[in-house]
């Protein structure tokens, strides 16, 4: 047997006949070998090689959205709570550019997603066809790691690159721009999963300058990520405990523990002058896995940053370093010995009877009968920042926020989090005028069947915005108020959800919303409540 002979006797015999693929089936599965296991999508034309591929190949539950906001935002609520990323599958440069505000939340919260973005072929490229855009020039906007495929044989390894590169740490923006003849052309194989590179360690330095600071006194830490959450909180309670350091989360974190039984957070203030006043006395903040805070905006006569005079910003750990383990190791350091102070069960007074609704009698509510282990997703902006603490007692919940600032993800991400815990009811506090950006989620929460309780505080404005005016100095006259106010016509929250195939009720007094929200808590599927206090 010669050499050639023997290289044909060992292949037959080691590899058992494989039918071709195409380049879309090979990164479907590509995608699957990965433990992506859900995609959210609206395709087009160019995508429907890897839409068909879906029937080919088993593992990927494919979720339809109505707008590409609405595909953006659930994968980045289905990556805060499934603790892996979703793909995303949208189509050219134009569903890539709806799909915008929410990656940009996505990539404030350090969000893992892989957005398959589709692209004319590439021997249709140079004709300029009517979508013909500048994908890249859109992704990278959003994105920490873009790539064009350039041929179907590079489909699949190309994928096995975007997935490691949205896995790591503290969670990324991976963009793979997919022409669509590198979908339909013959490819050679699926690719295995990649080494991820997780959360780096902290240096012991980063342990004793900040046990130096605990030492001297009035200390406060800053904390994001994973140090909002189990053994990350924990330890920082451990810490707080034994000396005394406040502890603090960032005004919109994306993700926290929160309620009975767990270490108590407090909650930077929105503006400026109230965050500055908040930690006045502090001599050093020491940052975990976030920066020292600044303005949302620049206002006049106000300062960006928001540290005050005397206060020394100090980090423990970089957002791509273990916060967790920095936690720990500096608890252990110091002797913390002593168990964490955890908030007690206490749950909220709630308002009774025929008493008009007040956006703090609906935060008593919600506190009273929400179940344990809820998720909460938070776009109650005006609404409900101000009741933020009375659901520190009530039931444990996981809280999400719209850590970007761009309005629209609230409906969106509580879509991704119920498809990520099917198990856990979630809750949807929402303003109405940023419901209205992404209000199509409703029709993907009815078309899965999801069990998301969406309550719409109605107030029939950009209630933010007023405040915008007065804190940056401007006039409002008769022109300026009718760009923020959303009557005339009023939006009417019960048939624009029943549109969606999602039943509604509107409510306005305490006891109709009592009666309304605790129903909804024994009841599974989608459901929405309009707040009115009118």
Known sequence: MNAFEKIEWLSRDAMPAQQPMNGAESLVQTLVNNGVNVCF??????????????????GIRP?????????TGAAD???R??????????????????GLANLHNARKAATPVVNIIGNHATVHQRFDAPLTSDVEAFARTVSHWVHASRNARDVAADAARAIQAARSAPGQIASLILPADTAWNVAERPYPALPVNGPAPVSHDAILQSAAALRRGNVAFLLRGEALRGRGLQAAGRVAAATGARLVCDTFAPR?????GRVTVERLPYR??????????????????????????????????????????????????????????????????ALSVVAPYRIPDAPEGDNALTNEAIMRIVGRFMPDHAIISDESLTAGFPHYGLLDTAAPCDYLQVAGDSIGDGIPVATGAAIACPDRKVISLQGDGSAMYTLQALWTQAREGLDVTTVIYANRAYAVLHEELEKVGADEGAKAFSMLDLHNPSLDWVHLARGMGVEAVQVNTCQRFSTAFKSAMKRKGPFLIEATNT
């Not at 999508?41 to 088993?58: C, I, Q, W, Y």
């Not at 709570?81 to 709806?98: D, E, F, I, Q, S």
């Open 256 to 260: 926290i523990e929160r309620g009975a």
């Open 77 to 79: 609520g289905y990556a």
């Open 81 to 98: 709570m499934a603790g892996k990323p979703a793909a995303t599958l949208l189509h050219l440069g134009p569903g890539l550019g709806n």
């Open 63 to 71: 979720i339809l959205g109505l707008f590409e906001g609405v595909v």
């Open 272 to 337: 400026p002058t109230p965050a500055i006043e908040f930690l006045t006395g502090i001599e050093t903040l020491i940052l975990v896995g976030t920066q020292a805070p600044v303005a949302f905006f620049a206002y006049p006569g106000l300062p960006s940053e928001l540290t005050p005079q005397g206060c020394i910003p100090l980090v423990l750990a970089q957002p791509h370093e273990d916060g967790p383990a920095a936690l720990e190791e500096l608890a252990e350091f110091i002797g913390a010995k």
């Open 41 to 58: 999508a609206n395709p087009g034309t160019s995508e429907m090689h890897f839409v068909s591929a879906l029937d080919r190949v088993p």
